[in-house]
């Protein structure tokens, strides 16, 4: 398969023999994964674990939970950056979100329910949870495949087990006619990886290295897997972690769920990933106090980790 020459993101079929270790498409199916991040930052992943009546029953959560009065969203708020509720922004008003941390985690979708609804509303807290459950896997999954085509297996468990997640929702509205359509500004994600599921509204792109805008138009039952810039320090600069905005163009809302997942331990370049070739390229860091530096980067680089901890 040769990713250069397709005309839009690489898709790659995880679900099934597919994506199990051992069988006949394994090793194939790795170097995929690996040369996809590598050369676009992000790929399609075709996963069929979340049914299409999980999917339904998980958009119609998120306009449940957007309909609620906004002193009630308000209560959503975190001492991380980017993980507590965001308003309507007059640079930014079409979009909203809000995010739940360590959503597989049952009591932490059960107390962002509760917070959001006192008495309770189960069927939010039961889709989310399920869901939460269902994409981890799928970023494990990933995050497997491509330290086994590196040759790094060893590092893997220990990079799960320090393992957070993030699951972001966000509601783009269609802009009024005096609005700007840009839903969100370009930026890389400061995540190891991202996997976003939307609507059937579009609305996001993702910038190639040469920098052609490719227009994110999914097939259903996938998702979009995206590097971060702590996957690119991670990998020595191997690693794409592309730009990408959300133009708002349709006139219905746009709704997307996103899981980040970050580190709670320091990440490291593996030293096997550093050569004549591969000269290191990146310290040691903090992957939280990555994230605050970026809150408080006033400039807002192409490529923050860079300035954060490049050599």
Known sequence: MDLRTLPMLPTINLSGQTAKPGSSSWASACSNVRR?????????????????????????????????????????????????????????????????????????????????????????????????????????????????????????????????YLLRFNKYRAPRKTETNLGAFPHSDKSFLTILRQNQVNGLEIQTKEGDWIKYEPPAQSFLVMAGEAFLAWSNNRIHAPIHRVIMTEKTARYSIVLFAFSNDLVITPEELVDDEHPLRFKPFDHFGFLCFYSKDTQKTDCTIKAYCGL
């Open 36 to 164: 996809a991040l590598e050369e676009y930052g992000c790929f399609v992943a075709v996963y069929d674990k979340v049914s299409s009546e999980l999917q339904s029953a998980v958009f119609d959560a998120l306009e449940d939970l957007f309909s609620l009065p906004t002193e009630t969203k308000a209560k959503n708020t975190s001492n991380k950056p980017f993980y507590g509720y965001q308003s309507p922004h007059p640079i930014f008003p079409l979009i909203e979100g809000m995010g739940i941390e360590d959503a597989p985690i049952l009591e932490r979708t059960q107390s962002f329910t509760n917070l959001m609804w006192p008495t309770g509303n189960k069927r939010f807290c039961d889709s989310i949870h399920l869901y939460s459950e269902l994409v981890s896997e799928l970023e494990r999954l990933v995050k497997g495949m491509v330290f086994e085509s590196y040759g790094l297996e060893k590092y893997l468990n220990a990079h799960i087990n320090s393992t957070t």
